[in-house]
């Protein structure tokens, strides 16, 4: 299993000498600790809190990776520009049987793209749990968060369930390929890039 995984992040990111840094964000309760969890990162990786237990660290296979509970975190935007500058990527999860809080993460995905550091950046948005009973489809998420009007940047929403890994390679194979363009590097079977401010939804 751990080879397997390994090879799939060889895969993605390259070997060793290759640095690429994600930035992953959501909502507490999204699913981030449980995908990372399912893209193996917890098998290989030391993790180091940095901020309160809000951010953690984590190396793997070339990619840093840096995982952000957005929820609650008003008091410590100010230090979220040593972490954001130098992102090849942002990856935003989102509890999609969660409609309460789309509004919530409607807000914090407008700091975020607002953020001189992420200017230009790939967004990948997992739309986590499609197994939930009432999930918004990737479609409708799409139109709560108002992605089509996302410009000056690569999006692409992903539907995932993060329990079974289901949709996560998908993903993963979308932002490894962007953030290979984005060194001038082509990514080997990825898909064709798009213009500037290019969105997706898969489903
Ligand atoms: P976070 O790290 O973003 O805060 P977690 O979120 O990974 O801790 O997940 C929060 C809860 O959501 C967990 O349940 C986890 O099992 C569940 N979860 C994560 N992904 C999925 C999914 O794809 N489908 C479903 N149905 N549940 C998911 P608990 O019960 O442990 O709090």
Redesign the pocket.
């Given at each position: 299993m751990g080879i397997l995984l390994s090879t799939m992040w060889e895969r993605w990111f390259g070997g060793a000498g290759r640095e690429f840094k994600l930035v992953m964000v959501?909502l507490?309760?999204?699913?981030?600790?449980?995908?990372l969890y399912r893209l193996a990162l917890g098998e290989a990786v030391v993790a180091t809190p940095t901020v309160g237990s809000n951010v953690e660290r984590l190396q793997h296979a070339g990619v840093t990776l840096e995982v952000w509970?957005l929820g609650g975190q008003q008091g410590l935007r100010a230090a979220w520009a040593t972490y954001y500058r130098g992102a090849d990527a942002v990856v935003l999860?989102v509890d999609s049987a969660d409609r309460a809080r789309v509004a919530a993460v409607k807000n914090e995905l407008g700091a975020l793209l607002s953020h001189a550091d992420l200017s230009g950046v790939p967004l990948l948005v997992f739309a986590?749990?499609q197994?939930?009973r009432g999930a918004c489809p990737a479609a409708e998420l799409t139109s709560l968060l108002a992605l089509h009007a996302v410009r000056g940047r690569d999006w692409h929403i992903q539907p995932?369930?993060?329990?079974t890994g289901g949709g996560l390679a998908e993903g993963m194979d979308w932002i490894s390929s962007r953030v290979r363009q984005g060194r001038g590097e082509t990514a080997a079977g990825a898909g064709g890039g798009g213009a500037a401010g290019a969105g997706a939804v898969a489903s």
């Open positions: 959501g507490d309760n999204a699913g981030k600790t449980t995908l509970d999860v986590n749990k197994d939930a995932c369930v993060a329990v």
